[in-house]
């Protein structure tokens, strides 16, 4: 075929970079045990009662899905005590954010988000060929810039996309600067907020999304079962918004788009409370710990509310991330998929795993200085 058969908006498209298998990277280097501290998955492994009621379920695999997703959009409305009709769940949670936007997005309309957000964002309304901006965040701050985005808004501005707290930078917006965002949107613009660590998030003034929605039906809140809950590999998640909007997004959904297994490991992993609180309370622990340990190492690490940190490594980050990864640590560069070319991304993992980082990373720096 010639490239010409599909749109300039996909020939430009820089696709989202996946790392490679972890079992073929140890097959290339020849090494074992490698740790994974790439994709913001949970170290402790799947929530419990996830497990046991999906194996409970493998003897159905030969059946479709609830394409309602009746128990698991009901789950979800309870534990967060709102009505089923506002509960619309996908494959994974940037399965909703692509609906919403495959809803909302006409021809014409414009996407807005700052640069530094999460990727998908963009290779949505790229690969939807949809005009959109992105704005600088605060400078030094890695942080969403409220008066930005509010100044890009224009008259056809359908969507902003706003997650909270971002990966890859780990920053956050607080219940004031949320506040006067949502304030300052046009009724006609509806703002995503995507939520997927709001689990993991300590910070005591952080803005709750679900405490926006009675309010103002142009909000709309996407969570996922990914993180926290350790389900990644099943894809679920899930928006909450209005009535309406969940509607109209339900007539474009694929029927079955979320697999009957990940409806029962998600309805169980809900009530897995105890999980929950022992995968926050490890995050709290080690996220601080290692935050000190990188910044007494003389590197910039940006304060994180995520399961992730960010760190500077001031010169570009290839160097570090080739180098960890011989020695078995995974980590993720941020140049290609972000364009911060001298960041890397590195998930909290557990104890363990997070102290073999900082001794590695140690060990590049003192290397790193004797070479200069
Ligand atoms: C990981 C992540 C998601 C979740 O993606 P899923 O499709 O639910 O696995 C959504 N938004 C952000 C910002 C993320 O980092």
Redo the contacts with the bound molecule.
């Keep these: 075929m010639h490239s010409n058969m599909v749109g300039k908006n996909i020939q430009n498209l820089i696709p989202y970079a996946p790392g490679k298998p972890v079992e073929e990277v140890e097959r290339e280097l020849g090494i074992r045990n490698s740790i994974k501290l790439a994709s913001?998955e949970n170290p402790l492994g799947p929530s419990p009662l996830a497990m046991e009621a999906v194996a409970a379920h493998l003897g159905k695999a030969h059946l479709y899905p609830d394409g309602g997703a009746f128990y698991l959009r009901n789950k979800i409305a309870s534990t967060l005590g709102v009505t089923p009709d506002r509960v619309m769940a996908g494959?994974?949670?940037?399965?909703v954010?692509e609906i919403l936007a495959h809803t909302l997005l006409m021809p014409g309309d414009h996407g807005l988000m700052s640069y530094g957000a999460?990727a998908?964002y963009k290779i949505i309304c790229q690969g939807m060929d949809r005009e959109f901006t992105e704005v600088p965040m605060v400078e030094n701050q890695w942080k969403t810039d409220v008066d930005a985005l509010l100044g890009a808004i224009h008259s056809r501005t359908k969507m902003i996309f706003l997650?909270n707290p971002?990966?890859p930078t780990g920053t956050y917006l607080n219940k004031d600067e949320m506040d006067r965002l949502i304030r300052g949107v046009p009724k006609e613009t509806i703002v995503v907020l995507?939520e997927?660590?709001t689990e993991y998030v300590t910070a005591g003034d952080y803005a709750d999304g679900m405490t926006y929605i009675d309010d103002h039906p142009n909000v709309v809140v996407?969570r996922?079962?990914?993180?926290a809950y350790g389900l990644?590999g099943l894809?679920?998640?899930y928006a909450v918004g209005s009535p309406q909007l969940i509607n109209f997004c339900n007539r474009i959904r694929q029927p079955f788009n979320v697999s009957a297994l990940a409806q029962v490991a998600a309805v169980a992993a809900l009530d897995d409370r105890e999980f929950i609180s022992k995968s926050h309370n490890l995050n709290k622990n080690e996220l601080k710990a290692m935050h000190e340990s990188l910044t007494s190492m003389g590197l910039e690490v940006i304060p994180s509310q995520a399961n992730f940190l960010m760190v500077r490594m001031g010169e570009p980050c290839q160097s570090v991330f080739d180098w960890l990864l011989r020695h078995g640590i995974i980590v993720r560069p941020l140049n290609k998929s972000y364009g911060m070319d001298d960041c890397i991304r590195i998930t909290i993992g557990t104890s363990a795993e997070n102290k073999a980082l900082i001794e590695a990373m140690g060990k590049y720096l003192d290397e790193r200085a004797k070479g200069a």
Aim: with cysteine.
């Design positions: 913001n494959n994974g949670s940037n399965d954010i999460f998908i997650p971002n990966n995507d997927a660590y996407c996922t079962f990914s993180k990644a894809r679920c998640g």
